[in-house]
């Protein structure tokens, strides 16, 4: 018999010990060691017991560690309870993306089962998200014990689009939540204006990936969290900003370098006092093993052809000088044809061109069909046309491997598979693959509604159905999904962001995981996707956020030319 928890006391009167702050019971007794700390945590920021000059927090968890549960527990603690022995919080705010408010509603239920009366905004029409603003901000004028609203959960636009009504009642919050914060670290975004008009000073930011080497968007997260506490914009640039980014010069003087150093340490010193981070390794206690593999596929003939082709295309030796080829859209093109050389077809179909470097293509594919046609296939592919009704799984090494590993887990085990790529294109290859194996799976990518994306879930990791494979965008699936029915998870194509591809395989390895996990990270052998893999290296101990367009822009010619090559051995 495993002994409960003792109770989490957040806080007791040195001259009456009867007067404390418990964390209720029904809540507290499910709490990991690390989330006691983070409630704990979280309390002593919103409730001033630090010293700093603020009550709000950022909680930097890396995913997986239950930022929900430990903020679900701080404000249902609050709501009951404070150091005056009157609750501290009567109405809590959650913000958060569209597609996880119904998660927050059925997560609050969850852990505390009614106790909590919520409204919840998500996929209703205007005139139902008016009425649920309108019926939880008359809460907090005129409070009907039993009837009204402790907590509103809604999503960062539709707050965005009725802030008013919230600027008009201040009363209407005492505790604000924002999940998947990092959508602040533009202070100047509507929906960051929104929120800071906010009377609330209890502010509770949840996010894991904060804005650590951008130094104004870290500005942005951290003033929207206390305002002013690192001072106004310009006395920020001229105190903090400036001087690190002249240390950081490679021809800056040591006494640049040392005054950088001197001011990130005051820098820490300020922010840590209301910025907790933890890595999931604290989930290799609880969790079972995890093992990342990076598997390295060789081009098949067709990719390498084309590739080849590109490289030695005039477009090619046009863009490394930067004269004319856009260099985004060719490394794009590249990446897909690493994914499938059909993704390669169906641009050159819809653009009713030729995609630069790639002219006079369409022979490739038809020797590869009449081969395929010819040679010592079974019969299953043979169909007229290209793409769609067929994926060619050999026409990729990866397509290929993939096939092999999906027959053979249906095969020899009960184990279920999450498939991630950055591209809906592949999506489609895979659900082609999936149709014709007859494998059973679902989709979900930036089309699918959040009402449907629950649905999806549900029934992936409810281990009765027939379940096998989970499609997923990894533009799509970054924020919030459980996907513990799978233990398996193929991460199709890297990601120049490393937490892009870090949310990803946190999708499977995390609280409720029952077996051993499983992640195969895809690169084509010899391509500018080993050159991605090793650029996500060097920044991952940076936590360092871009977007392609950003990482583009900050490759040299050198860094061009070592991009576009290829190296078969």
């Known amino acids: 018999v495993v002994d409960a928890p003792p109770p989490l006391v957040l806080w007791q009167s040195e001259t009456d010990p009867e007067m404390k702050v418990v964390v209720p019971e029904i809540v507290g007794k499910f709490l990991r060691p690390h989330q006691r700390e983070g409630v704990q945590f979280m309390f002593d920021c919103v409730c001033q017991v630090r010293g700093f000059d603020g009550q709000g927090c950022i909680l930097a968890d890396d995913m997986g560690l239950g930022k929900t549960l430990q903020s679900i527990a701080l404000m249902y603690t609050l709501q009951m309870t404070g150091m005056n022995m009157q609750p501290t919080v009567k109405r809590t705010i959650v913000v958060c993306p569209t597609s996880l408010v119904k998660n927050w509603d059925d ?20 005139e139902t998200v008016i009425k649920g603003i309108n019926q939880f901000i008359e809460g907090s004028k005129r409070p009907r014990p039993g009837f009204s609203a402790q907590v509103l959960i809604i999503s960062y636009e539709t707050f965005r689009m009725h802030v008013q009504k919230f600027a008009d009642t201040p009363a209407c919050c005492d505790l604000l939540i924002c999940d998947e914060a990092h959508r602040l670290k533009n202070a100047n975004s509507q929906i960051n204006k929104a929120l800071s008009s906010l009377a609330c000073r209890k502010r509770v930011l949840l996010s894991g990936t904060p ?23 310009s006395e920020f640039r001229k105190n903090y900003l400036g001087p690190i980014l002249i240390g950081r010069e490679p021809d800056s003087t040591d006494r640049e370098r040392g005054v950088a150093q001197s001011c990130s340490a005051m820098l820490c010193e300020i922010v840590n006092q209301f910025i907790l981070r933890r890595g999931n390794i604290l989930n290799a206690k609880h969790l079972p093993p995890k093992l990342m593999q990076v598997v390295c596929c060789p081009l098949s003939p067709l990719q390498e052809q084309l590739y080849m082709h590109f490289l030695s295309s005039n477009a090619c030796r046009d863009m490394m000088k930067r004269k004319s080829v856009n260099v985004l859209s060719s490394i794009t093109a590249l990446k897909k044809l690493c994914n499938h050389p059909l993704l390669i077809f169906d641009e050159m179909g819809k653009t009713n061109t030729k995609l630069p470097g790639f002219g006079d293509c369409a022979q490739y594919f038809v020797a590869a069909k009449e081969s395929r046609e010819s040679g010592g296939d079974d019969g299953r592919h043979r169909r007229g046309g290209f793409g769609g009704r067929t994926c060619y799984p050999e026409w990729s090494g990866k397509m290929l491997l993939l096939d092999r590993l999906m027959l053979s887990m249906r095969k020899t085990t009960t184990d279920r598979i999450v498939i991630v790529s950055n591209y809906t294109q592949t999506l489609d290859v895979v659900s082609s693959l999936c149709q014709e194996r007859h494998l059973p799976f679902v989709r979900l990518d930036g089309t699918t509604s959040a009402k449907k994306r629950k649905k999806l879930v549900d029934t992936f990791n409810d281990p009765t159905t027939n379940s096998f494979a989970f499609l997923l965008s990894s533009k799509a699936g970054g924020c919030g999904l459980n996907l513990i029915g799978a233990n398996r998870l193929v991460l199709f194509d890297p990601d120049w962001n490393p937490a892009t591809d870090k949310q990803a395989a946190a999708r499977v390895w995390r609280e ?41 822009n900050s490759l040299s010619s050198k860094d061009l030319k070592r991009l576009f090559v290829f190296r078969k051995d």
């Open 512 to 552: 409720g995981q029952k077996k051993m996990c499983y992640v195969y990270r895809f690169l084509a052998t010899g391509t500018l996707e080993e050159k991605i893999f090793q650029r996500q290296l060097s920044k991952e101990g940076l936590q360092n956020i871009v977007d392609d367009k950003e990482e583009v």
């Open 107 to 126: 997560e609050i239920i969850k852990w505390l089962h009614g106790r909590v009366k919520t409204v919840a905004l998500f996929e209703a029409k205007r």
């Open 211 to 233: 804005m650590q080497n951008d130094l104004d968007e870290f500005f942005a997260m951290v003033d929207f969290t206390n305002p002013n506490i690192l001072g106004t914009p």
